[in-house]
């Protein structure tokens, strides 16, 4: 089975400064990561993954997560935030066949002015 | 094109009702999910669809829940004799891959 755990339950940040979300997953399997967003009032929309390859993805909109397979972890940075990164941000793991993710409890990231 | 649609996206309804929740996938994905999101248990898988087979069916927290799969299409998760604790957002998602899943705006129960 396989379980995920961000670390802060919000962070709050001001605008232009640099943050990182912390996430660590076990599993005893190969897996897959993700990182989604949920904005105030919207749907989950699929950030970044990683499935293989390069260790650090990469977003459209300048965040970025490295997995670390022997910290078991795969934070994701961004090292100048917007207010309208105000969001809460959530980790989640799938085995590598697919199938249903497992959710971590999610950060709420909060940018001020 | 036009995303994975959820519908209603509100509803309201006494305890011990009955509730369908209807889900609405991107068109050609194989593969279709259905997760609750609530306050105490933040994101929970319930069940997985491929085709219109269940798989997976290993999250549905009791007998009261069911979902079917049409047509390899349209999907219903039905809520019987309904209870407080079942009051959250569902959501549904679907997808093309084993690698990435789209998620709908989610509907909001809540049982009074």
């Known amino acids: 089975a396989q379980s995920v755990t961000q670390l802060d339950s919000q962070v709050p940040v001001f605008e232009e400064a640099p943050v990182e979300l912390r996430c660590n997953y076990s599993?005893?399997?190969?897996?897959?990561l993700f990182w989604y967003v949920q904005y105030p009032n919207q749907g989950l929309q699929l950030l970044l993954k990683?499935?293989?390859?390069?260790?650090l993805v990469e977003s459209i909109n300048g965040f970025e997560a490295e997995f670390n397979k022997s910290q078991t972890s795969f934070h994701l940075r961004k090292p100048s935030v917007h207010i309208s990164d105000t969001a809460e941000y959530f980790c989640?793991?799938?085995?590598?066949?697919?199938?249903?993710?497992?959710f971590g409890q999610g950060t709420e990231l909060s940018v001020k002015p | 094109g036009a995303g994975v649609s959820q519908s209603p996206s509100n509803k309201v309804t006494e305890k011990g009702k009955d509730v369908e929740l209807r889900c609405d996938p991107i068109?050609?994905?194989?593969?279709l999910y259905w997760y609750r999101q609530s306050l105490g248990q933040g994101l929970e898988f319930l069940i997985y669809?491929?085709?219109?087979?269940?798989?997976?069916k290993s999250g549905l927290p009791s007998d009261r829940f069911s979902a079917e799969r049409t047509g390899g299409s349209v999907s219903t998760l039905t809520i019987q004799r309904t209870q407080q604790e079942d009051s959250a957002v569902y959501l549904c998602?679907?997808?093309?891959?084993?690698?990435?899943?789209?998620f709908g705006p989610g509907t909001r129960l809540t049982v009074t």
């Open positions: 068109s050609g994905h194989t593969a």
């Open positions: 990683y499935l293989s390859g390069s260790t």
């Open positions: 669809f491929q085709g219109n087979s269940a798989p997976d």
């Open positions: 599993s005893s399997v190969s897996v897959y």
């Open positions: 998602a679907s997808s093309e891959t084993r690698y990435e899943q789209y």
């Open positions: 989640a793991v799938s085995t590598n066949q697919g199938g249903k993710l497992i």
